[in-house]
């Protein structure tokens, strides 16, 4: 097969797997894998197998498996000259993910923020959006271009192949997880709060990481070593900082609202199907430019068309995330006149806070319990964040499901965007017990704040009608 014949087949073969690998993907562990039953029981053991097996699924994650064969290659265990030093680099890198998530998870108890709730200020994800772009440049060799081998060693050695390297960018993973670990950490969060155990609590945290490294640890450790040489491992490498570009800009849309409000405007006007479609056309397209099999270092012309083909990979696979929670019939296409606006029910919120960019108002949400009270319903309340996984899955799957929409006609509905800390939507998020994103809670008809039922992760709609029918 020639080499244009190639380039063809992958562009065919990215242009579906755009389409149709993010409906495969399985969402995040459930709101019944609890360890703090077990804690609170005195079953540490149990308590401790909890906590690593919601680690390893939470690695089976949209938030995590994508990195898996990207940052091991990064740090170089795959080109370790034997397993031995490939168990050192892994395990390495896993424990960075653990000291992050200790320090992280602990600060979350003490403070009584959610956890992951550093995804939503700008400095933090900025950071972790550079560190992202830089080792995307690292893949499509821009290191070698025009920096001096003084810098370009330091800055290939970012997770590059030493121990150091390794725990860098294990740190980073232990960051770039935390928008699905809602559902394991927010039970065994409130249990560390009360026991006042930074040590325990530390320690189950750990725990959790080294769940979370077991993909990691099988790949690097166990896998055959892939031949070093050869155009197709440029071919590799560029795919690896596509996606690591589109990463980075998924993380910058979630904490800058303008970001967020492009992304999220363009999946809206086109609607979920046609932006499947599209995404997987730009995607296509993208390759067939050069994205892929052309390089930065041949010429302007070979770099001016690995641009473009770059960038419209990239444009397809945000639309892609985008159009995944959007509605399925476009407001273009509506406008247009092409197609009918839908006449099935939706889900109604009675209240989405904070109103405007200027901080959570107290006021407005009592008005809106009082309202509740005064007409002898009662009230969920969504507390959700843009980076929290979890709670788009909850948005996507369980919301407009028609069994939920009838049951919620009985509520006054709430959501509240925790995406932006404030000492007003903390004070409310410590008045309702909330530890971690997705949490949805109610208030019974009577005005009382029930601390059960609750939902802490994502639900199907059967279960989550099951959960709504307890509350009178």
Known sequence: MDAKKKVGVIAAVIGLAVAVVPWLLPTGPSTGLDAARFLEAGSFALGAAVVFAGGLLTAMTPCVYPLIPITVSVFGARKAEGRGKALVLTSSYIVGMGVVFSALGVLAAKTGQAFGS??????????LAV??????????????????QALQQRLNSVGGSGVTGAFLMGSVSGFLAAPCTGPVLTGLLAFVAKSQSTVLGAALLFIYALGIGVPFFLIGVFTVRLPRGGVWMEWVKSVLGIVLVALAISY?????????????????QVGRMPGTALAAVL????????????????GARDFTFKGFGVALVVVALVLRGGAMDSKSVGQLWVSLGWVEPPKAPTFEWHAVLPVTDSGFSAESFEKVLARAKSEGRPVMIDFFAEWCAACKELDRETYPAPEVIEEAGRFINVKVDATKSDDALDALMERFGVEGLPTVAFVSSGGQVLPAPRVTGF????????VMKKVD
């Open 459 to 466: 639900l199907e709609p059967d279960s989550f009608v099951q």
């Open 131 to 148: 560190f992202l772009l830089l080792l995307a440049t690292s893949m499509f060799g821009a290191f070698e271009l025009a920096l001096s």
């Open 252 to 268: 910058l849309k979630d904490a800058f609202p303008a970001v967020g409000g492009v992304v999220k405007g363009a999946a809206e």
């Open 283 to 298: 995607a296509a397209v993208g390759v067939l430019l050069g994205a892929i099999h052309l390089s930065f270092k041949e």
């Open 118 to 127: 550093m995804l939503g200020s700008p400095v933090v994800v900025t950071g």
